[in-house]
T-cell receptor, first 111, second 111 residues
Framework: EDQVTQSPEALRLQEGESSSLNCSYT??????LFWYRQDPGKGPEFLFT???AGEEKEKERLKATLTKKESFLHITAPKPEDSATYLC????????????FGGGTRLMVKP | EPEVTQTPSHQVTQMGQEVILRCVPI?????FYWYRQILGQKVEFLVS????????KSEIFDDQFSVERPDGSNFTLKIRSTKLEDSAMYFC?????????FGSGTRLTVV
């Protein structure tokens, strides 16, 4: 069974204090790993797709990296508007187009 | 930017009643999905739909659930006889080229 575990569950940062969120996964064969941002009462908003170990993607203050067992979302000099829940999801090779989500990391950035 | 549109944003229904949740996926996407998120829990896959038929479904998607694409633009999820435990946010999504785009969701409350 495919599993996705995110840590920490919640993270409080001061504005400008860089940190990383972790996503550990167990799948029979990874087809893609996805990062989403979710604001309260809203749907997941696409950030990145990573396909193979060693791959990195960047967007503004966010950088996602991938190894064979986990992915990291690095947040550099965060701002209060980066406060949200960050979701990790995997698509396994034998699971068609189904995404399996982790529980998310709730990030709060204080000014 | 193209988006997935869901209606209604909130739905309150009595236990045992039928509900239909509506979605307009992105027009050039071919795969459509329903996910749900019970308050405080993970986003869970319900069903995927391709070429006018169900391609995958989870254990959650039992005989009480059905999906339909009644015309060229809408995609619906019907719950025949709602239960208290069906209370959740329901997200519609569509995908193309490895990117899943989610709608803002319908909050379903069963009383």
């Amino acid at each position: 069974e495919d599993q996705v575990t995110q840590s920490p569950e919640a993270l409080r940062l001061q504005e400008g204090e860089s940190s990383s969120l972790n996503c550990s996964y167990t799948v029979s064969g990874l087809r893609g790993l996805f990062w989403y941002r979710q604001d309260p009462g809203k749907g997941p908003e696409f950030l990145f797709t990573l396909y193979s170990a060693g791959e990195e993607k960047e967007k503004e203050r966010l950088k996602a990296t991938l190894t064979k067992k986990e992915s990291f979302l690095h947040i550099t000099a965060p701002k209060p508007e980066d406060s949200a829940t960050y979701l990790c999801a995997v698509q396994a090779r034998d699971a068609g187009n189904m995404l399996t989500f982790g529980g998310g990391t709730r990030l709060m950035v204080k000014p | 930017e193209p988006e997935v549109t869901q209606t209604p944003s909130h739905q309150v229904t009595q236990m045992g009643q039928e509900v239909i949740l509506r979605c307009v996926p992105i027009s050039n996407h071919l795969y459509f999905y329903w996910y749900r998120q019970i308050l405080g829990q993970k986003v869970e896959f319900l069903v995927s739909f391709y070429n006018n038929e169900i391609s995958e479904k989870s254990e959650i998607f039992d005989d009480q659930f059905s999906v339909e694409r009644p015309d060229g633009s809408n995609f619906t999820l019907k719950i025949r006889s709602t239960k208290l435990e069906d209370s959740a946010m329901y997200f519609c999504a569509s995908s193309s080229d490895g990117v899943w785009t989610f709608g803002s969701g319908t909050r379903l409350t069963v009383v």
